[in-house]
Structure formats: C-alpha cells, structure tokens
C-alpha cells in the first residue's frame, strides 16, 4: 500500500520533533532527572548533554535525515553508506561508539566489522533510531524488509539490532494500514519471525570474505535475537 508523501512527511516531522522534546533528557535515569529538576517535567527543557541547541533534534533524527539523503543519491547501499559517512564527517555534537567505529572504514562490512571487534557484543540503538528512514523513504512489504536489514547492518549487525529494526518498519507499515497497535505489533513480530536477516546481509555483500566468523556468530544467536525482541515488544504493549 502506497502511503501518501503528505502522512510520511508529518511521520518524519513528528520524530524530528519528539527526539527535540527529549533531547535534554536522554541517557539520565528517572531518579537523575528528578534530582536535576526537582520532579517530574511537565514543560519543554532546551539543550542537552552534548551541546545541541534548544529545539535541535539529536543524532537519531540527523541520521534518519543523512538516510534520506542518501536514498536521494540512487546509489543502493553504497549511497547509504556514503551519507552516514558525510554526517559522521560534519562533527556531530554526538555519534555513537559503535556507529563510529563502523563508519570508520566506509566499507558495506564495516558495521559487521564493528561488532565483531566488540566480541559479538555491542547491540545499541543506532541502527533502530534511524530506520524509519527505510519506511519514510516509501518502501513496503519484503523490499522494506530486506533495506531495514541491511541499513540497520551498515552499523549495528547483531540480530538483536537486525531483528528490532525488521519489527519496527513491519510495524510501522502495519500502522500506517490502520491497524491497532496491538494488531499491528502481531504482524510485526510474525514478519521478523519469517525474515532470513543473515541471507539479506549476504546478499548485500554487507558480510565480506574475511567475516566468516561474524557470519557463524551471527547465526548462533538470532533464534534468541528474535526471542528477546518478541519478550520486550509484550512487555512495551503490557505496559500501555
Ligand atoms: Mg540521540
């Protein structure tokens, strides 16, 4: 289903703006922000930790934005990967660690190239906070699939990252069809159950001669990737 450029523009400008409103708060604890500013925050607080300026959105929204532009360049992958690597090239006031040491080599593999340094370890969010761009860009059903992959693997290639993004974009789509969140989250989860995401790496070439072991790595833990994102997605929907 096509979704009009008019409900995925409001889309982009609505994360831009709640990662702005959150700008000042993020990486602090409950308990910290309650010391900091004596109670919950019931109105907007400008700036943040890392020096962007009042109303500025941070990194997720700027790498959303650096993913746009580069599906602008009608480069695939590669084009992709040399936006990210202009962004990272600007200084911005926050990068990620693992986004960092990805983005070092400009290699497709260099994300898979990060997280076998970190010993299979490191699972953070950059590839998640900015995969809308794949939906905002206007894909849809496997094609969404396969582009969530392998953007999320540019920097974060374990599945646990693979796998949240792969959720995410199904969800969103879900969404944007007029499912209930609930609803929605169902289909989601059963389109990241379906999705061979070690394959779509490979076939994007985003595995290299020299990751055979990340390629086994990787393979050995995705039955749990996928478990522990269905565990956190429950929990998110018990929660509301
Ligand atoms: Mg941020």
């Given amino acids: 289903m096509n979704v009009s450029t008019d409900r995925r523009l409001m889309a982009l400008l609505s994360l831009t703006a709640a990662d702005a409103l959150g700008a000042a708060t993020e990486f602090s604890t409950p308990a910290a922000l309650e010391q900091k500013f004596g109670g919950r925050l019931r109105s907007y607080v400008g700036g943040s930790v890392f020096g962007f300026a009042p109303g500025e959105a ?8 650096a993913t746009l532009l580069g599906y602008a360049r009608q480069d695939g992958l590669g084009g992709i990967l040399a936006a990210l690597c202009d962004w990272a090239g600007t200084h911005p006031p926050d990068v990620g660690a693992l986004t960092r040491s990805a983005l070092t080599s400009g290699r497709l593999s260099g994300g898979v190239e990060a997280w076998a340094a970190s010993h299979y370890q490191s699972a953070g969010n950059g590839g998640l906070m900015r995969i809308a761009a794949t939906w905002l860009a206007g894909y849809s059903a496997a094609v969404l ?35 209930t969140p ?17 394959s779509i790496l490979l076939g994007g070439s985003l595995f290299g001669i020299e990751d055979r072991a990340a390629f086994a790595a990787f393979g050995e833990i995705e039955r749990a990737a996928r478990a522990e994102v269905r565990r956190r997605v429950h929990a998110g929907l018990g929660a509301t």
């Fill in 58 to 65: 941070t990194d997720d929204s700027q790498m959303v934005a």
């Fill in 145 to 179: 699939t396969q582009q969530s992959v392998l953007v999320t693997g540019l920097t974060h290639a374990d599945p646990r990252c693979i796998y949240a993004s792969v959720f995410f974009t199904a969800w969103l789509e879900a969404l944007s069809q007029g499912e």
């Fill in 182 to 198: 609930e609803a929605a989250a169902q289909a989601a989860l059963d389109v990241m159950d379906r999705t061979e995401a070690r």
